[in-house]
């Protein structure tokens, strides 16, 4: 990275606005630099985000990037007080939309001509399957049986199976991630074609399930080209679903809308109108396919520049021969096509946000964020066509500061939607494996702009920071039902002086890049310092100030849902019980707590005692079921430990399956807290110690008593019988063996050792004798 201190090129330098302690990683530059909105007044903010492209389902990879983009515009608006005018694109025309488009809608109309799975659909997934082999799995022999499939995939492609390269000499990469789709692909039409039963309509949905993606690009080869190009519903069909799709994953994530939606299909007029001023600008050039840019035209004039995002990449452009880049296509047969003076044709890739951010936000753009991997082409070709729009001179600024999100990737792998290999956002919120919150925490300690792999060490560190500041938010609520009555005060100077470093240093992390991984250490810090701090020398109020502080910072970070952060609100959600069991619960909790104390202390628990405990509180039905059980226990004239008992038993039971817990502390009442994941995993994990004690306990003494047992049975038989085998030919009177089965004379020192284990097992068998007659 390089050094904040360079020199910014011309082209770099933002519009002078009035100043602002906030700097930003400006990718323009590779370094920070001090942000300056182009509003004179320095409160507007203009900001266009890349948004999805609407095919798939959103995964954990996109959440990565929205939510972060999320977390800056909050802070922007919320703290550094800015008015953010927040665009975001919907991508429904491009190269991928139009594939999976015309592919789903040719699939549908398969389907529906085929209610049963007929012999016909058998040999077209046959033959389908055929043609992906080929295509995509070329070790494999063509003709490949799909009873064979599996055998000669597992030899033919054993080294990536067992996670190398291909020739088995390294590790492996994409083209490997792609093989192992592949198989899979194939694997699942192999399944479908292979299935004993195709009847029902569960069987039919599991074939049409397994067949699909084998089945897509074979009917696209022999009907694509038939769609009509004046029919955009076919393809708006599938992008409508899938931008419904992400707009709920979105919300699921708490991630705010956008001011602003632009679809690329309602702007294709504006694209036309905007290529045609590039063209007459001399930018751009009619080829027989489209339009192009041209990046020679533009690099003649003064203080245009190419690829200023990444700078190295023209060098590898030029060598091929394709540095130019498409503006407008001229539509193929089976892709929909709009009017336009280069006749029929669609928007290339990059022209979209150009125009659709040019006819949002104007000619000039504080901030355009997006990927890290939309640096080139993409944005660059964003940045080089929008500045021959708007100006013939050269040196145009458009966007004055890039923010780009870093990659997520799970074990060291980038998650993408063209290799298949990703967990969705509403799969990963479905299952449990995280919450937005705890994603949201994820990102926020990685930070914006830098990679991030999600470890088991960093899972932890999430779920860590979660727990304790939850476990901070309870304590500092509870001072509301508990106060603390007899503070001294003696502590509140350190503490305040804790709060306002924190609040200097949070500040001084997000002035500086939103740096996120700083500012959350800050607030961990002020809740070790309050919680090691002598509870009985610190004030409520100065307590209460801390939460309100750390609520606030973690409600802009966007960790509580649509909570305002600036209501002097203490807390996020999850961490309040129920309001209608409150009035119930506290008063069960302050009854719990003097028997409790009176019972610890072995102090005065007589009925009389307890009937003025129990009447301090508004009698309610649950409430008289506990009293009745201490009233019992009273009149049995029951030990303290019965008390601590009943006490336990109305935490670790009842309130528990009322999803309440008590968690007592020493010389203070017990918190009220509801169950959480964090105390249902403590209480399973408990649980399975005391299972594995038990069992061992169980195991133990179930071989104890077959011991027992053994040893038992082995003491009826008689010494003189011991040895009755046919092993042996004769015996002396007692029993002991004296030549073996052949007739030839015991060896002395085997008959030695017979003898010592006869007059163990006649000791044995006396003692089961005396037994018997005494019984």
Same mark, same amino acid.
């Given at each position: 990275?390089? +050094?904040?201190?360079? #020199?910014?090129? +011309?082209?770099?330098?933002?519009?002078?606005?009035?100043?602002?302690?906030?700097?930003?990683?400006?990718?323009?530059?590779?370094?920070?630099?001090?942000?300056?909105?182009?509003?004179?007044?320095?409160?507007?903010?203009?900001?266009?985000?890349?948004?999805?492209?609407?095919?798939?389902?959103?995964?954990?990879? /996109?959440?990565?990037?929205?939510?972060?983009?999320?977390?800056?515009?909050?802070?922007?608006?919320?703290?550094?007080?800015?008015?953010?005018?927040?665009?975001?694109?919907?991508?429904?025309?491009?190269? =991928?939309?139009?594939?999976?488009?015309?592919?789903?809608?040719?699939?549908?109309?398969?389907?529906?001509?085929?209610?049963?799975?007929?012999?016909?659909?058998?040999?077209?997934?046959?033959?389908?399957?055929?043609?992906?082999?080929?295509?995509?799995?070329?070790?494999?022999?063509?003709?490949? %049986?799909?009873?064979?499939?599996? *055998?000669?995939?597992?030899?033919?492609?054993?080294?990536?199976?067992?996670?190398?390269?291909?020739?088995?000499?390294?590790?492996?990469?994409?083209?490997?991630?792609?093989?192992?789709?592949?198989?899979?692909?194939?694997?699942?039409?192999?399944?479908?074609?292979?299935?004993?039963?195709?009847?029902?309509?569960?069987?039919?949905?599991?074939?049409?399930?397994?067949?699909?993606?084998?089945?897509?690009?074979?009917?696209?080869?022999?009907?694509?080209?038939?769609?009509?190009?004046?029919?955009?519903?076919?393809?708006?069909?599938?992008?409508?679903?899938?931008?419904?799709?992400?707009?709920?994953?979105?919300?699921?994530?708490?991630?705010?809308?956008?001011?602003?939606?632009?679809?690329?299909?309602?702007?294709?007029?504006?694209?036309?109108?905007?290529?045609?001023?590039?063209?007459?600008?001399?930018?751009?050039?009619?080829?027989?396919?489209?339009?192009?840019?041209?990046?020679?035209?533009?690099?003649?004039?003064?203080?245009?520049?190419?690829?200023?995002?990444?700078?190295?990449?023209?060098?590898?452009?030029?060598?091929?021969?394709?540095?130019?880049?498409?503006?407008? =296509?001229?539509?193929?047969?089976?892709?929909?096509?709009?009017?336009?003076?280069?006749?029929?044709?669609?928007?290339?890739?990059?022209?979209?946000?150009?125009?659709?951010?040019?006819?949002?936000?104007?000619?000039?753009?504080?901030?355009?964020?997006?990927?890290?991997?939309?640096?080139?082409?993409?944005?660059?070709?964003?940045?080089?066509?929008?500045?021959?729009?708007?100006?013939?001179?050269?040196? /145009?600024?458009?966007?004055?500061?890039?923010?780009?999100?870093?990659?997520?990737?799970?074990?060291?792998?980038?998650?993408?939607?063209?290799?298949?290999?990703?967990?969705?956002?509403?799969?990963?919120?479905?299952?449990?494996?995280?919450?937005?919150?705890?994603?949201?925490?994820?990102?926020?300690?990685?930070?914006?702009?830098?990679?991030?792999?999600?470890?088991?060490?960093?899972?932890?560190?999430?779920?860590?920071?979660?727990?304790?500041?939850?476990?901070?938010?309870?304590?500092?609520?509870?001072?509301?039902?508990?106060?603390?009555?007899?503070?001294?005060?003696?502590?509140?100077?350190?503490?305040?002086?804790?709060?306002?470093?924190?609040?200097?240093?949070?500040?001084?992390?997000?002035?500086?890049?939103?740096?996120?991984?700083?500012?959350?250490?800050?607030?961990?810090?002020?809740?070790?310092?309050?919680?090691?701090?002598?509870?009985?020398?610190?004030?409520?109020?100065?307590?209460?100030?801390?939460?309100?502080?750390?609520?606030?910072?973690?409600?802009?970070?966007?960790?509580?849902?649509?909570?305002?952060?600036?209501?002097?609100?203490?807390?996020?959600?999850?961490?309040?019980?129920?309001?209608?069991?409150?009035?119930?619960?506290?008063?069960?909790?302050?009854?719990?707590?003097?028997?409790? #104390?009176?019972?610890?202390?072995?102090?005065?628990?007589?009925?009389?005692?307890?009937?003025?405990?129990?009447?301090?509180?508004?009698?309610?039905?649950?409430?008289?079921?506990?009293?009745?059980?201490?009233?019992?226990?009273?009149?049995?004239?029951?030990?303290?430990?019965?008390?601590?008992?009943?006490?336990?038993?109305?935490?670790?039971?009842?309130?528990?399956?009322?999803?309440?817990?008590?968690?007592?502390?020493?010389?203070?009442?017990?918190?009220?807290?509801?169950?959480?994941?964090?105390?249902?995993?403590?209480?399973?994990?408990?649980?399975?110690?005391?299972?594995?004690?038990?069992?061992?306990?169980?195991?133990?003494?179930?071989?104890?008593?077959?011991?027992?047992?053994?040893?038992?049975?082995?003491?009826?038989?008689?010494?003189?019988?011991?040895?009755?085998?046919?092993?042996?030919?004769?015996?002396?009177?007692?029993?002991?063996?004296?030549?073996?089965?052949?007739?030839?004379?015991?060896?002395?020192?085997?008959? %030695? %050792?017979?003898? *010592?284990?006869?007059?163990?097992?006649?000791?044995?068998?006396?003692?089961?004798?005396?037994?018997?007659?005494?019984?």
């Amino acid at each position: 990275m390089a +050094s904040t201190s360079r #020199q910014q090129p +011309s082209w770099a330098e933002p519009h002078s606005g009035s100043p602002s302690k906030l700097s930003l990683y400006n990718s323009l530059v590779r370094a920070k630099t001090p942000f300056r909105p182009v509003d004179p007044e320095g409160k507007s903010v203009t900001w266009y985000s890349c948004g999805p492209t609407v095919y798939d389902d959103a995964h954990l990879g /996109h959440a990565r990037n929205y939510t972060s983009n999320d977390i800056l515009r909050r802070i922007m608006n919320d703290y550094f007080g800015f008015d953010v005018q927040f665009v975001q694109n919907i991508t429904d025309i491009d190269d =991928k939309i139009i594939l999976r488009g015309r592919q789903a809608h040719l699939l549908s109309n398969f389907q529906s001509e085929h209610a049963q799975i007929t012999d016909d659909v058998l040999a077209t997934t046959s033959k389908a399957f055929d043609a992906y082999i080929k295509k995509n799995l070329p070790l494999l022999n063509p003709g490949l %049986k799909p009873e064979d499939f599996k *055998k000669e995939s597992a030899e033919k492609y054993a080294a990536v199976l067992k996670g190398k390269s291909v020739d088995g000499t390294g590790p492996p990469g994409d083209k490997e991630a792609k093989i192992k789709m592949h198989l899979k692909t194939a694997g699942n039409a192999v399944t479908a074609l292979l299935s004993p039963s195709r009847s029902s309509n569960e069987d039919i949905a599991k074939f049409w399930e397994g067949a699909e993606d084998v089945l897509l690009p074979y009917l696209d080869s022999l009907h694509g080209t038939s769609i009509s190009s004046s029919d955009h519903g076919i393809f708006t069909a599938l992008t409508k679903k899938y931008e419904d799709r992400f707009n709920a994953d979105m919300e699921a994530l708490n991630v705010l809308p956008p001011n602003v939606v632009t679809r690329v299909s309602e702007y294709v007029p504006q694209i036309v109108a905007f290529t045609e001023r590039i063209v007459s600008n001399g930018f751009a050039y009619q080829a027989g396919d489209g339009v192009y840019f041209d990046i020679a035209a533009f690099e003649k004039v003064k203080n245009n520049h190419y690829a200023r995002l990444e700078p190295w990449e023209p060098d590898e452009h030029r060598l091929t021969g394709r540095r130019d880049f498409s503006l407008w =296509k001229t539509s193929k047969p089976g892709e929909p096509a709009w009017d336009s003076p280069w006749g029929p044709g669609r928007p290339g890739w990059h022209i979209e946000c150009s125009v659709m951010a040019s006819e949002a936000l104007g000619s000039q753009i504080d901030i355009h964020s997006g990927g890290i991997d939309l640096c080139f082409p993409h944005h660059d070709n964003e940045l080089a066509q929008s500045e021959a729009y708007w100006s013939t001179e050269g040196g /145009h600024q458009w966007i004055n500061y890039f923010l780009h999100m870093g990659h997520l990737s799970i074990a060291g792998s980038k998650m993408s939607k063209s290799l298949k290999n990703f967990t969705t956002i509403r799969e990963a919120l479905a299952r449990g494996d995280w919450t937005s919150r705890s994603l949201r925490i994820i990102f926020l300690l990685g930070g914006w702009h830098d990679g991030i792999e999600i470890t088991d060490d960093m899972k932890k560190a999430g779920s860590s920071f979660e727990s304790y500041v939850t476990n901070f938010f309870l304590r500092i609520k509870d001072l509301k039902i508990h106060p603390n009555t007899t503070s001294t005060g003696t502590e509140d100077a350190k503490i305040k002086a804790a709060l306002e470093s924190a609040k200097s240093k949070v500040h001084e992390a997000l002035a500086d890049s939103f740096d996120t991984p700083a500012a959350i250490r800050a607030i961990r810090g002020l809740i070790e310092d309050w919680n090691t701090a002598d509870k009985a020398g610190l004030s409520d109020d100065v307590s209460r100030d801390l939460g309100v502080f750390v609520t606030r910072i973690l409600r802009i970070f966007g960790l509580d849902g649509k909570a305002d952060p600036n209501d002097g609100g203490i807390g996020w959600s999850g961490i309040d019980i129920p309001e209608v069991s409150k009035e119930f619960v506290y008063a069960a909790s302050r009854l719990r707590d003097e028997v409790r #104390q009176r019972a610890i202390a072995k102090d005065d628990l007589s009925e009389e005692t307890l009937n003025s405990v129990i009447s301090k509180d508004k009698p309610s039905k649950q409430q008289d079921a506990a009293a009745e059980d201490l009233l019992r226990l009273s009149q049995q004239k029951s030990e303290a430990k019965d008390f601590l008992e009943l006490s336990d038993r109305l935490r670790d039971v009842h309130l528990w399956k009322a999803g309440v817990y008590l968690e007592d502390r020493t010389n203070a009442p017990a918190m009220v807290r509801p169950v959480d994941a964090e105390l249902r995993a403590e209480r399973e994990q408990k649980e399975a110690i005391a299972r594995k004690k038990a069992e061992a306990k169980q195991q133990r003494e179930r071989e104890e008593a077959e011991k027992k047992a053994k040893l038992a049975a082995q003491a009826k038989i008689s010494p003189k019988d011991m040895f009755k085998t046919e092993e042996y030919s004769a015996w002396d009177d007692d029993g002991v063996p004296t030549k073996d089965k052949e007739g030839a004379d015991v060896l002395k020192s085997k008959a %030695k %050792k017979l003898r *010592k284990e006869w007059e163990k097992q006649k000791k044995l068998h006396d003692e089961h004798l005396k037994g018997v007659g005494s019984s």
